[in-house]
């Protein structure tokens, strides 16, 4: 009865769960599958049970400029975020183009962050982490999720304005304000609220802590004319994120964001 109540919530989560929560991203979603029934993709064929038990989580990265540390991936700050949250036991293997395994490469277009979990493995972390919840945040707090457009549009202008040069020309001011109308919109949101959903931490402020680590670190390095102070709610958001353990746990220097971030202006 037990083997059935999993398969079942297995079968759910590949065929309904995440294509609903991932949208066109049904095409990763199909990987697992395929690892089961027609190729192993280069990791060994699985045995277990159809509910994934924890442990043996391998999460590649990108890696820092040492070629060692844990890069500046946003994404997969998000992804670990996550596992800390849930206190899942994981292992990060920071890596580079000359370290990534063949079978990330042959199989997953060597896409990171990926998530190995035994003997399967997921790219794209919107998809990881549903596929983390899933499993493994069955009725936790952290499971919430919202329908804010606002939070899929501030990372694309960041990441727009700070790879831009030369900075105070024209297309720089017009990213600025772009980007400005986007952080008042996050403000006026954050009335009131100590965490995205309110008073308690979800998904949602694990997707957007290191995406606004990034602006902070991108502003002080590049020197950009943006000052956070001026929105009071967004600012305390910030600091009740960065507070939290599973970011101090994850958190990575801020010369590796510049250093992310040089590399994209130049
Ligand atoms: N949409 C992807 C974006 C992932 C992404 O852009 N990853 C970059 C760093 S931020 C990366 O790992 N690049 C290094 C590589 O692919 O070798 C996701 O959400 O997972």
């Not at 800390?84 to 183009?97: A, F, G, H």
């Not at 939070?151 to 772009?178: C, I, M, S, W």
Request: aromatic share 12%.
């Amino acid at each position: 009865m037990t083997e059935r109540r999993h398969f079942f919530q297995l079968f759910l989560f590949l065929s309904i769960v995440l294509p609903i929560a991932s949208g066109w991203q049904i095409q990763f979603v199909a990987r697992p599958f395929t690892a089961l029934s027609v190729s192993n993709r280069g990791l060994e064929v699985r045995q277990e049970g159809a509910t994934p038990t924890e442990g043996g989580m391998i999460l590649y990265c990108k890696a820092g400029p040492d070629g060692q540390a844990i890069g500046d991936c946003p994404f997969c700050h998000f992804v670990r975020l996550v596992l800390e949250e849930l206190n899942l036991e994981y292992e990060v293997l920071p890596t580079t183009s000359e370290t990534k395994p063949k079978w990330l490469v042959d199989h997953y277009e060597g896409k990171m962050p990926a998530l190995r979990h035994r003997k399967e493995c997921y790219t794209e972390s919107s998809v990881i982490v549903d596929y983390l919840l899933f499993f493994f945040g069955k009725n936790k707090e952290i499971s919430q999720t919202s329908s804010n457009d606002i939070v899929g549009g501030l990372f694309p202008a960041v990441a727009k304005y700070l790879k831009h040069t030369p900075d105070n020309d024209d297309t720089d001011l017009e990213l600025r304000d772009n980007l400005k109308i986007i952080l008042q919109q996050l403000d006026d949101h954050l009335v009131g609220k100590q965490f995205w959903n309110g008073d308690i931490f979800t998904q949602v402020d694990c997707k957007l802590a290191p995406q606004l680590y990034h602006l902070q670190c991108g502003i002080d390095a590049f020197q950009k004319q943006i000052d956070l102070a001026e929105y009071d709610h967004l600012t305390l958001y910030m600091s009740n994120l960065f507070a939290r353990p599973s970011f101090q746990a994850t958190v990575y220097p801020k010369e590796t964001v510049e250093w992310g971030w040089s590399n994209a202006r130049n």
